[in-house]
């Protein structure tokens, strides 16, 4: 059994109790650029902005692939946004529902100067650190 504390938000995972896209590195495309959001590990990681359809924003940056973005966690506030118990399980089984239930999504953005708009961020394939086209 594999533990893992991430210190920012106190809260630890075990591979024993998660499903599916539970575990494992997100990264995405920015909204404004759709350049992907490099993790820390990669050494291309530049100042992520998320932002939600309220106008709070969260800066990330040193994002460790873990969808943590200034202490908020993306899948949390995917669920809030929706109108569902701030949850990163009820987050994550929406944005990857069968069907695909529609949904609002936090933008990822470059600069705070960008508006949110009612659009998905792109999945980056590389998880952040690979570039896709060498997949």
Not at 58 to 86: C, H, I, Q, T
Request: charged share 25%; proline share 4%; hydrophobic share 25%.
């Amino acid at each position: 059994m594999t533990t893992r504390l991430h210190d920012k938000q106190n809260y630890t995972t075990t591979n024993s109790n998660m499903k599916g896209n539970d575990m494992g590195m997100f990264s995405w495309h920015n909204t404004d650029t759709d350049e992907p959001i490099w993790n820390v590990y990669s050494g291309k990681n530049t100042t992520v902005y998320m932002i939600d359809d309220k106008g709070k924003s969260w800066a990330e940056d040193r994002y460790e692939g873990y969808g943590v973005f200034g202490g908020k966690d993306y899948y949390e506030l995917l669920a809030e946004m929706n109108g569902l118990p701030s949850c990163r399980g009820e987050g994550i089984s929406l944005a990857y529902s069968k069907p695909p239930k529609p949904h609002f999504a936090p933008n990822f953005v470059t600069s705070l100067d960008v508006d949110w708009r009612d659009v998905k961020s792109r999945d980056h394939d590389g998880q952040g650190y690979f570039d896709e086209a060498a997949e």
